[in-house]
Protein backbone atom coordinates (compact mmCIF):
# COMPACT_ATOMS: atom_id res chain seq x y z
CA UNK A 1 0.00 0.00 0.00
CA UNK A 2 1.01 3.39 -0.87
CA UNK A 3 1.97 5.82 2.11
CA UNK A 4 -1.21 8.11 2.29
CA UNK A 5 2.01 11.51 2.47
CA UNK A 6 3.08 10.43 -1.22
CA UNK A 7 -0.26 9.74 -2.53
CA UNK A 8 -1.06 13.58 -1.05
CA UNK A 9 1.97 14.55 -2.53
CA UNK A 10 1.51 13.44 -5.82
CA UNK A 11 -1.91 14.39 -6.05
CA UNK A 12 -1.21 17.88 -5.93
CA UNK A 13 2.10 17.56 -7.77
CA UNK A 14 -0.56 16.81 -10.80
CA UNK A 15 -2.67 19.08 -10.23
CA UNK A 16 -0.33 21.58 -10.25
CA UNK A 17 0.67 20.21 -13.91
CA UNK A 18 -3.04 20.65 -15.28
CA UNK A 19 -3.42 23.81 -12.97
CA UNK A 20 -0.37 24.91 -15.34
CA UNK A 21 -1.31 23.90 -18.72
CA UNK A 22 -2.45 26.48 -21.10
CA UNK A 23 -1.01 29.16 -18.62
CA UNK A 24 2.11 31.48 -19.03
CA UNK A 25 3.71 29.62 -16.70
CA UNK A 26 3.14 26.10 -18.56
CA UNK A 27 7.06 25.96 -20.10
CA UNK A 28 8.15 26.91 -16.66
CA UNK A 29 6.19 24.55 -14.81
CA UNK A 30 6.75 21.26 -16.69
CA UNK A 31 10.36 21.96 -17.25
CA UNK A 32 11.14 21.65 -13.38
CA UNK A 33 8.66 18.37 -13.11
CA UNK A 34 10.77 17.35 -15.84
CA UNK A 35 13.87 17.45 -13.99
CA UNK A 36 12.56 16.14 -11.31
CA UNK A 37 11.51 13.17 -12.75
CA UNK A 38 14.91 13.04 -14.39
CA UNK A 39 16.67 12.65 -11.53
CA UNK A 40 19.50 14.40 -12.66
CA UNK A 41 19.72 12.71 -15.82
CA UNK A 42 20.03 15.61 -18.08
CA UNK A 43 19.62 13.61 -21.21
CA UNK A 44 16.30 12.22 -19.88
CA UNK A 45 14.56 16.15 -19.24
CA UNK A 46 13.51 16.44 -23.10
CA UNK A 47 11.90 13.39 -23.03
CA UNK A 48 9.73 14.22 -20.44
CA UNK A 49 8.82 17.82 -21.30
CA UNK A 50 8.22 16.11 -24.42
CA UNK A 51 5.38 13.95 -23.03
CA UNK A 52 3.86 16.75 -20.70
CA UNK A 53 3.74 18.66 -23.81
CA UNK A 54 1.64 16.02 -25.72
CA UNK A 55 -0.15 15.25 -23.10
CA UNK A 56 -1.03 18.66 -22.47
CA UNK A 57 -1.82 18.94 -26.21
CA UNK A 58 -4.30 16.14 -26.14
CA UNK A 59 -5.92 18.34 -24.05
CA UNK A 60 -6.20 21.05 -26.18
CA UNK A 61 -7.14 19.68 -28.92
CA UNK A 62 -9.81 17.18 -27.27
CA UNK A 63 -13.64 18.09 -27.77
CA UNK A 64 -14.56 21.03 -25.26
CA UNK A 65 -17.42 18.71 -23.55
CA UNK A 66 -14.84 15.71 -23.23
CA UNK A 67 -11.85 18.33 -21.93
CA UNK A 68 -12.96 17.88 -18.42
CA UNK A 69 -12.60 13.97 -18.48
CA UNK A 70 -9.85 13.94 -20.69
CA UNK A 71 -7.75 16.35 -17.47
CA UNK A 72 -8.86 14.04 -15.04
CA UNK A 73 -7.51 11.58 -16.69
CA UNK A 74 -4.24 13.29 -17.66
CA UNK A 75 -3.97 14.74 -14.19
CA UNK A 76 -3.89 10.47 -12.82
CA UNK A 77 -1.37 9.86 -15.02
CA UNK A 78 0.98 12.39 -13.96
CA UNK A 79 -0.14 11.62 -10.30
CA UNK A 80 0.71 7.90 -10.81
CA UNK A 81 4.46 8.91 -12.30
CA UNK A 82 4.91 10.51 -9.09
CA UNK A 83 3.40 8.10 -6.70
CA UNK A 84 6.18 5.70 -8.54
CA UNK A 85 8.71 8.47 -8.14
CA UNK A 86 8.52 9.28 -4.51
CA UNK A 87 8.36 5.02 -3.75
CA UNK A 88 11.52 4.56 -5.65
CA UNK A 89 13.14 8.21 -4.54
CA UNK A 90 11.61 9.31 -0.97
CA UNK A 91 14.08 11.91 -0.98
CA UNK A 92 12.48 13.51 -4.07
CA UNK A 93 9.43 14.71 -1.58
CA UNK A 94 11.78 17.56 -0.58
CA UNK A 95 12.00 18.66 -4.13
CA UNK A 96 8.56 18.26 -4.70
CA UNK A 97 7.76 20.54 -2.16
CA UNK A 98 9.73 22.97 -3.31
CA UNK A 99 9.04 22.98 -6.40
CA UNK A 100 5.62 23.32 -5.16
CA UNK A 101 5.84 25.71 -2.72
CA UNK A 102 7.94 27.68 -5.66
CA UNK A 103 5.08 27.57 -8.10
CA UNK A 104 2.93 29.46 -6.29
CA UNK A 105 5.55 32.36 -6.19
CA UNK A 106 5.32 34.53 -8.80
CA UNK A 107 8.78 36.01 -9.08
CA UNK A 108 9.78 32.62 -8.77
CA UNK A 109 7.67 30.83 -11.82
CA UNK A 110 8.46 34.60 -13.79
CA UNK A 111 12.21 34.18 -13.58
CA UNK A 112 12.42 30.77 -14.31
CA UNK A 113 15.02 30.04 -11.60
CA UNK A 114 15.33 26.39 -10.64
CA UNK A 115 14.52 26.20 -6.63
CA UNK A 116 16.52 23.07 -6.02
CA UNK A 117 18.65 21.13 -8.26
CA UNK A 118 17.08 17.47 -8.11
CA UNK A 119 19.01 14.58 -5.87
CA UNK A 120 21.20 12.59 -7.67
Do not use: N
Not at 29 to 34: L, N
Not at 49 to 68: C, K
Not at 79 to 94: C, F, G, M, W, Y
Amino acid sequence: MVAEWIVALATAGGSELVGARGTEDWKVVRARFARLLARGDESRVVGEIERFDAEAGSLARVDAALRPRLGMAVEYTWQVRLVTLLEDHPEAASDLCTLLLAAHDPVTVRSGSMPFAPSP
